[in-house]
């Protein structure tokens, strides 16, 4: 069991059709994460829908609907194991109608592989400028970008520069340090400098993407912190009961503990106590930081809880906030942002429509500084203060308290407008 090595949740992010499918498919079986006889069947899948070429990518999208259309919709999970640690990769869609899947993934990794297509008039996109975006403000550190397709520009060396030239460009714009991140050149459909050395890039002296991957510093593991496990999903399994599914964001859940899932039924949370703890389909004693778990709560029934919710220890609940103060910044709004606007804000595994209630000042999106105080209205480009009053009971923490619940994605008609922190809030009385 992989439970000794340390625990890397790694997210793959980047424009529609760069490859993030393919890439993480052909990982996996170079390593002998996939056998043989699973790769055969999805080849002769792959003819049979008329995708060619697409068996590597089929390894994550194991939703039908996906392999019809071959492209990725929901987050896949697979776990896949190093020399030196044990990662879930979570395959994040690049589809603009997905970005909310991608928000959910994101916010759930430690570091991202953000992968960019060097084929001719590919490089930088739409969706590679918004998902690098993301990454940084929903937290992400640590990214290697993994410069793909090379295979289809003869493996040039000049074309992998150019690229290189145009992401670290993007990368510094969002606030990352491009001498700080790894660039590799790949073709993942052949398998070019994924797991093994190709004698095609022979001009690149680094790393392959599966020796970069093990460079990564693993998290620190907020285990000192308040218990917060926001609910992804909750099941009726035969013979356990109610399982509910979530990834523990700060503190230790054990066998044992009592707790409370909040804002849950009417606001006004359920209590009860944790009966069992699995990962990967294997019982655990505990849960910590980074773990992905399927849990049964003893008292609690499926209609109590639902996707959103936040389990937190019953001595320290987690806050549900009837108001909160924010710090944003629009990325995307094709007018302005004005006292009264309601968008949707996506924090952990909630989706709750929060209003707007006051524009409290306006920043400097680079340096933080004050440009105004109370302006009438905000932009694309601009980053606020703002304060924000949630239509339905939110479970939010505070950025220098609980960070990890702390940041959130605002959409509005599919396209997400802007991210953000809360650094204040009221707590619901």
């Not at 510093?217 to 009726?236: A, I």
């Not at 989706?351 to 440009?371: D, H, R, S």
């Not at 939110?394 to 922190?421: H, N, Y």
Request: net charge neutral.
């Amino acid at each position: 069991m992989g439970k000794e090595k340390v625990h890397v949740n790694l997210v793959f992010i980047g424009h529609v059709d760069h490859g993030k499918s393919t890439t993480v498919g052909r990982l996996l079986y170079d390593t002998k994460n996939i056998d043989e006889q699973a790769m055969r069947k999805l080849k002769d899948k792959a003819k049979q829908l008329g995708k060619d070429g697409f068996e590597f990518a089929f390894v994550m999208d194991n939703l039908k609907e996906e392999q019809e259309r071959g492209v990725t919709i929901d987050l896949a999970h697979k776990r896949f194991e190093t020399g030196k640690y044990y990662f879930t990769i979570i395959d994040a869609p690049g589809h603009r109608d997905f970005i909310k899947n991608m928000i959910t993934g994101a916010s759930q990794a430690d570091a991202a592989v953000l992968v960019v297509s060097g084929n001719k008039g590919d490089g930088v996109q739409a969706q590679t400028k918004e998902h690098v975006f993301l990454a940084k403000t929903l937290g992400i550190g640590q990214l290697i970008v993994a410069i793909n397709k090379l295979d289809m520009v003869g493996y040039s060396q000049q074309r992998f520069e150019e690229v290189k030239s145009e992401v670290s460009t993007l990368l510094k714009s969002v606030g990352y340090d491009p001498n700080k991140v790894l660039f590799i050149p790949i073709a993942s459909y052949p398998g070019d400098n994924l797991a093994k050395k190709s004698d095609k890039l022979s001009w690149f002296s680094g790393p392959t993407l599966l020796e970069a991957i093990d460079t990564l510093t693993p998290p620190e593991k907020p285990t000192q912190l308040p218990l917060r496990l926001p609910v992804q999903d909750v099941y009726n399994i035969t013979g356990i009961g109610v399982v509910a599914v979530g990834r523990v964001e700060t503190g230790v859940m054990k066998v044992g503990d009592k707790v409370i899932v909040v804002p849950a039924r009417e606001g006004k949370g359920v209590s009860g106590e944790v009966k069992s703890i699995e990962m990967h389909h294997e019982a655990l004693q505990q849960a910590e930081p980074g773990d992905n778990v399927g849990f049964n709560v003893r008292g609690i029934n499926k209609k109590d809880i639902t996707r959103g919710d936040v389990v937190g220890h019953v001595d320290n609940p987690p806050t549900i906030a009837s108001e909160f103060t924010a710090q944003i910044v629009v990325l995307n709004h094709p007018t302005v942002i004005t006292v009264g606007y309601t968008p949707v804000f996506h924090i952990h595994t909630a989706q709750v429509a929060c209003q707007i209630t006051a524009l409290k000042k306006k920043l400097n999106p680079a340096t933080g500084e004050i440009l105004a105080e109370n302006p009438d209205f905000i932009k694309k480009g601009d980053a606020a203060v703002v304060q924000v009053k949630p239509t339905t009971p939110l479970v939010i923490e505070k950025f220098k308290e609980i960070p990890q619940l702390a940041r959130f994605a605002v959409r509005d008609s599919g396209t997400t407008v802007a991210a953000g922190m809360c650094i204040d809030l009221v707590k619901k009385g």
